[in-house]
């Protein structure tokens, strides 16, 4: 049974940082993109980065680059959301994701963990 648990979440001042974490089971998570995404109160589900199977490249959303860091352990199954220098308007449920992907003509399912709360208040 393929499994994402979030964890590192917290309540942190603003300019403060956290370090969000991901581990995952159940599926060939080497061969999986790994992204995170976030859902504010009020708001849809917003992405914020990705780092591919390899982790060679990464993508941000523009409010968070330069600040956030995200990084991937194939040894531990795990990927590391390094945030830096937080904001209020960071504030939100954060969630891991695994890309659905198709490789060779095979399709293989996406996967969604149940979300880590960050609070970014003084």
């Known amino acids: 049974q393929a499994q994402l648990v979030e964890s590192g979440g917290g309540l942190v001042q603003p300019g403060g940082s956290l370090r969000l974490s991901c581990v995952a089971s159940?599926?060939?998570?080497?061969?999986?993109?790994m992204s995170w995404y976030r859902q504010a109160p009020g708001k849809g589900r917003e992405f914020v980065a990705i780092?591919?199977?390899?982790?060679?490249?990464?993508i941000y959303e523009d409010s968070v680059k330069g600040r956030f860091t995200l990084s991937r352990d194939d040894a531990k199954n795990t990927v590391h959301l390094q945030m830096n220098s937080l904001k209020f308007e960071d504030t939100a449920v954060y969630y891991c994701?695994?890309?659905?992907?198709?490789?060779?003509?095979?399709?293989?399912?996406?996967?969604w963990g149940q979300g880590t709360q960050v609070t970014v208040s003084s």
């Open positions: 159940g599926f060939t998570f080497s061969s999986y993109a």
């Open positions: 780092i591919n199977s390899a982790g060679s490249s990464t």
């Open positions: 994701h695994a890309p659905p992907r198709h490789e060779l003509g095979y399709s293989f399912p996406g996967y």
